[in-house]
């Protein structure tokens, strides 16, 4: 389908975009369409990443009509309040290096990758999820990111959410008069009324979606494991964007197929070692650790990570509640206590649940991967390495950005870290 008008409307750089497109298709086609494929029902996520720019765009322009299109950094960016306001949630967050010379032409060099891929995807006018949104909701959760919304600011409509440093009484506070704030600003900002019954509308439909990936996760604790690492942080990136209800039902249809084909391995030996990844978040189309790890002698079995389980670790509860209030305060419940960001400190939460992940994935190593300048993730690994030590863990710890150049580097250490499992 030619998309140019739709392009032109969205006041796309249109030459740019082109040698953008140019290089995905490539890219795509190293990690995912040269390997062997046995799940039928990955055929539609695959489809959505070969149109990434096309048919989903559309959804969000007739989309307009209706709600706003609302873009976000972080999973603490409550969807369900979106939803309740007749909105589209949409990951903003870049993942390719094609952006990153943009940003830096705006923001400093010694910035994470994927805050300078941001900036420059919506600089360079080159990706139309950037371009579609009617507003940005930022969130405090490094320094980076909250100087940068100033840049955003610039660009496009922006409201911050302030978070807190750490989870206490006095924290849980603030973040539940942020979630409160926000939804009455939404409310205001675009004509939309929030009541209990579309809120828990919105609950539902994301709790509906964490069901459906905590059940094909599930499937990735079987040895062999039915589906691989890279195949499953695909799946996840995709539930950043995509509509919500046909996503959740072709995740379900997934996790079927997966279930079903663990049962057809589980008399198959495997001696593929089993790896967990955790640190900073990986987004579209950041597969390259994936790819190193799996055509390296092992399995990625699991993501600690905003990527990962974090992104649909435990739901929004509706019990008890019978007023708007309850809803909004469950919702910042869930938010503020399941979510273990390097922004909190102490984040003793985080070393729980990579632990948790280790047993119940039965793991034989951790791949720490930090983006570059991510001083959050960087500084935090010391104490997961501490603690992966203490219970016998192998761990190795990396850090690399969006390019390809230490793509030798990083397989040379992750064969050799593979090797002595």
Known sequence: MDNTEMYKSLDIDLKAHDALMGALPVLFQECFLNKEQELKNLSYFYSVIADIHGARVKELVDHKTKGPVIGSFCIYVPEEIVLAACGQLVGLCAGADFWVPYGEQVVPKNLCPLIKAGVGAKYSRTCPYFQVVDLLIGENTCDGKKKTWEIFSDMVDMYIMDMPNKKSNEGLKLWQEEVKNLCNFLEKKFSKSITFDSLLNGIQKVNAKRNALRRLYNTRKNSPTPISGIDALLVTQIGFYDDIERYTKMVDALAQECEERASSLSSKNNSKKRILVTGSPMVVPNWKIHHVIETSGADVVVEENCTGTRYFKDNVSIENASTKEDLLKNISDRYINNINCACFSPNI??????????????????????????????????????????NNIPMITLESDYSFGDLGQLRTRIEAFVENL
Do not use: N
């Open 349 to 390: 939460g985080r070393e729980e649940d990579i632990l948790s992940l280790c047993k119940d994935y039965r793991v034989d190593g951790i791949v720490y991967v930090s983006l570059s300048f991510c001083t959050t993730y960087m500084v935090e690994a010391e104490r997961i390495r501490k603690v992966a030590k203490e």
